[in-house]
């Protein structure tokens, strides 16, 4: 299984911007579907966005619809969480996930990056 390694979280004032980072430590997933979720203090985890980098569907959270978009970077072995607009609601861990079929529970996980906004 593809390893994953995410950074890129901090703390950015509501209305601000960040780009997440997701890096295959080992192996590629050029041909993986590729996701992001987030976990939210006392709250369970929640799908955010995800793609299947050769089926060219996106699929967002209707919260984050607008202001959410994911790339990669094949040579750098990387996708991206671009998030834009963000909102104090947006605070949580977030998580990139991979996997060949999209069955992200069997897939492999991230050790997730903090993200907080300020209102």
């Known amino acids: 299984q593809v390893q994953l390694v995410e950074s890129g979280g901090g703390l950015v004032q509501a209305g601000g911007s960040l780009r997440l980072s997701c890096t295959a430590s080992?192996?590629?997933?050029?041909?993986?579907?590729v996701a992001w979720f987030r976990q939210a203090p006392g709250k369970e985890r929640e799908f955010v966005i995800a793609?299947?980098?050769?089926?060219?569907?996106?699929y967002y959270a209707d919260s984050v619809k607008g202001r959410f978009t994911i790339s990669r970077d094949n040579a750098k072995k990387t996708a991206y969480l671009q998030m834009s607009s963000l909102k104090p609601e947006d605070t949580a861990v977030y998580y990139c996930?991979?996997?060949?079929?999209?069955?992200?529970?069997?897939?492999?996980w991230g050790q997730g990056t903090q993200v907080t906004v300020s209102s």
């Open positions: 793609t299947h980098w050769d089926r060219g569907n996106t």
């Open positions: 080992r192996g590629t997933f050029d041909d993986y579907a």
């Open positions: 996930a991979a996997d060949p079929s999209g069955d992200f529970d069997r897939g492999s």
